[in-house]
């Protein structure tokens, strides 16, 4: 079967290379890239380091794992250690990968994660509506939020409510590794990870600062500033990053503030040594509740459920780590990544349950979730040439440890009085709402160690990588009452896990390639028996190809894949009240993805994917009922994105002025497991309008007006996933005015 898979995935690469390659020459290990615009783009060599994320090329950040995307042009990223952990080109990493940049960012003010994952391939970031309070999105179909969310090389764990969150303006750039990361990573969901990477010192003083207004009463105000640090002879340089917004939302209770800082320092003695320091302190206040009541049927209604006064999430989060790297010699190099966080948050909310007449009958929650952590990875790089092989080895071993903590209380509250309510838009409420007391409460910390090791070798036209990790995961649990915990339940996996893929030089520029991976997940508990249940395992088989066109800043790629993930828990079919390790999930589709930097300030990027993700082997959660061959709910088999701007040449009348605009199309998809009922299809478009004041006068250099509206025709739309139901975002607009120095 898996040989079935794999030729046709290969066959259909075949198909698309022959296409792209056309009649181009043959080039072997280079490609040389130059921009569309008055300034050439630096050659990009296959393999080779390059300069990392900071954007200007000065970067102060580690070249390998824990560094950032380089090659950088506008939209046009060529280079990343995300998959490899190594500085290696994207046309020769044997997955697909994704590079979100910092001006993309930027042109479309992103505002949280799952904004700026909603242009790029492979990636559902709208399944639960709109929800201020988290990031949760699907990677090919698979729950990335708890194991796939990576910081600077370094996974960011989250636990219940206690999942960090990020903050985009003090990200450099995201890069998505789609399919199994194991092999590098250690456990995590088969459909990929997000690598966030933080703004780094640079040596050069810089400094910005935006000034935003919007609907729904927002205020926000984002500041960047650094410099290299005066009497240090250039060996240090300091960054600090700050964002601060006051908002409201179209939810009639729901409020959207945060409060982020970002000190960071970097000090490097010599050519050969880097340390840097990077730290971040984050207030939030979002709503305890994004859902509308959800009538029998899956109807949707305008009902908010969340009370004004017993609904929000606060969370303070801090952060602190840093990021070392030592060459040896140019061929020996050794970096460390290490982070300690903590996350605490409290969540206030109400339920309606059922609607009588004129009455809601309604429940409450206070749940107040604790999460500590610390990660350290350690990894030593070596190049060596044996004959015509030229090798990288990359060897590794990275340690997590997290503690989480959770006291909670649950209760019936009075019913909600529904008469003479006309407009359930805007219906805001405030009853009395009594406090739960804290009557449950529970423990988990896990410990996981990895030892990692991975060859890439180039020959000829080839590129053959191979990587193999070994993992030991403890984890412990506890359950009781505040104050008075059981005792500790505890459980041990080990897993092996890697990667084989080869990718082939066709031509310039043009790469097909095909790999296997594989994955991991531990899964708490024990069956019938009292066995521990084994860990959910996953792997792939993906092929596809690359194309990065000879002296243009255009990339293109095309991956079709299968993954297959079994050992899943689910419902014992003979015994409702146990679970049972034999369910299983396949997900098998295609993307393509094409990104563009035609001129300074014209960009474009396209992305495309379909979707089958089918349950195998499974039942309906509480029955005996097979949904085996049945689509996930909430995942949509098609999604068409694509994103562009133009800036109007300096020899236009409209000089100075730029424009943009989007369009994201999501397909149709099933509201519950069961497959009785769709959700409708989705198009939302997006728009862009930018203004350089020093067209008018080169004294007003460094000014800029902005204005970016989403979602333009205000598309009222929901989504429904496993039975529960979510709307999304109306019309928003935010103006921006921005200086940079």
């Not at 300069?51 to 950032?68: F, H, K």
């Not at 006064?309 to 303070?316: K, R, V, Y």
């Not at 990275?398 to 009075?414: C, Q, S, T, V």
């Amino acid at each position: 079967m898996r040989s079935v898979r794999l030729t046709v995935l290969l066959a259909s690469t075949a198909l698309a290379g022959s296409a792209l390659a056309q009649e181009a020459k043959v080039q072997l290990n280079e490609i040389s890239v130059e921009a569309a615009g008055p300034a050439p783009a630096a050659a990009v060599v296959s393999g080779a380091d390059g300069n990392v994320s900071g954007g200007d090329g000065n970067s102060s950040a580690t070249s390998g794992g824990g560094g950032g995307p380089s090659g950088v042009t506008g939209y046009v990223a060529r280079v990343s250690p995300t998959a490899t952990k190594t500085n290696t080109a994207l046309i020769d990493t044997p997955q697909s990968v994704s590079v979100v940049t910092r001006e993309q960012l930027n042109d479309r003010n992103v505002q949280s994660v799952n904004e700026a994952l909603a242009y790029t391939p492979g990636v559902s970031s709208n399944v639960f509506g709109f929800d201020p309070r988290f990031d949760a999105f699907y990677i090919r179909g698979f729950a990335a939020t708890n194991d796939g969310v990576f910081r600077d090389g370094l996974r960011q764990p989250g636990v219940g409510q206690a999942v960090a969150r990020i903050e985009p303006y003090g990200t450099e750039a995201l890069t998505i590794l789609r399919g199994p990361s194991s092999g590098l990573y250690g456990l995590g969901s088969p459909g990929g990870i997000v690598d966030i990477t933080s703004k780094r010192p640079v040596f050069v003083p810089f400094g910005e600062v935006w000034f935003q207004g919007g609907n729904f009463d927002r205020t926000q105000g984002n500041f960047d500033i650094g410099s290299p640090i005066e009497g240090s002879d250039g060996t240090l340089a300091f960054r600090l990053t700050g964002a601060f917004r006051e908002a409201n939302t179209f939810l009639p209770s729901g409020t959207d503030n945060r409060f982020t800082i970002a000190p960071a320092l970097t000090w490097r003695p010599s050519a050969d040594t880097t340390f840097t320091l990077l730290t971040e302190f984050q207030h939030s206040k979002a709503p305890g509740t994004s859902a509308f009541y959800t009538a029998p049927g899956f109807v949707i209604t305008r009902l908010y459920q969340g009370d004004a006064a017993f609904n929000a999430l606060n969370q303070d989060s801090y952060r602190i780590g840093y990021g070392f790297e030592h060459r040896f010699s140019d061929d020996l190099i050794f970096r460390q990544n290490v982070r300690y966080q903590n996350i605490d948050s409290h969540l206030a909310y109400t339920q309606i349950d059922s609607v009588t007449g004129l009455s809601a009958q309604r429940e409450n929650g206070l749940i107040h979730d604790r999460l500590g952590y610390v990660a350290v990875d350690n990894q030593l790089e070596a190049h060596l040439v044996t004959g015509p092989v030229s090798h990288t080895l990359l060897a590794g071993v990275d340690y997590l440890h997290y503690d989480y903590r959770r006291d909670a209380g649950f209760g019936l509250i009075p019913d909600l009085n529904l008469a003479g309510v006309s407009d359930f838009s805007t219906f805001r409420y405030r009853t009395f709402v009594p406090r739960p007391a804290l009557t449950s409460a529970s423990a988990q910390s896990q410990d996981q160690i990895g030892l990692y090791i991975q060859e890439q070798a180039k020959f000829d036209r080839f590129v053959l990588t191979l990587t193999g990790r070994q993992d030991f995961v403890s984890q412990s649990t506890r359950a009781g009452t505040p104050g008075s915990l059981g005792a500790a339940r505890s459980q041990d996996d080990s897993a092996f896990t890697g990667r084989a893929g080869l990718n082939y030089l066709l031509a310039p520029g043009l790469v097909p390639y095909a790999s296997y991976a594989t994955t991991f997940t531990p899964q708490l508990g024990v069956d019938i028996n009292g066995r521990a249940f084994k860990p959910a395992t996953g792997d792939q088989i993906e092929a596809g190809v690359k194309y990065a066109i000879p002296d243009t800043n255009i990339t293109g790629s095309f991956a079709g894949f299968d993954i297959v993930q079994s050992s899943v828990l689910q419902t014992d079919p003979t015994n409702i009240a146990n679970q049972v390790a034999s369910g299983s999930v396949q997900s098998k589709g295609f993307e393509a993805e094409l990104t563009a930097n035609f001129a300074p300030g014209t960009n474009l990027t396209v992305a495309y994917t379909h979707l089958d993700l089918r349950y195998r082997n499974a039942t309906f959660p509480g029955t005996t009922q097979s949904i085996s061959g049945n689509a996930v709910s909430g995942i949509p088999g098609d999604t068409f994105a694509a994103f562009g701007t133009y800036q109007f040449p300096p020899a236009s009348p409209l000089r100075g002025l730029q424009i943009g605009g989007g369009i994201r199309y999501t397909s149709t998809s099933f509201a519950d497991d069961l497959n009785t009922v769709r959700n409708p299809t989705v198009t939302q478009f997006d728009a862009l309008v930018a203004y350089d004041f020093a067209a008018l006068d080169p004294k007003y250099k460094g000014f800029r007006a902005q204005i970016n509206a989403f979602n333009i025709f205000d598309r009222d739309y929901y989504t429904c996933q496993s039975g529960f139901c979510y709307r999304g975002a109306p019309a928003t607009v935010i103006g921006s005015l921005i200086y940079r120095w």
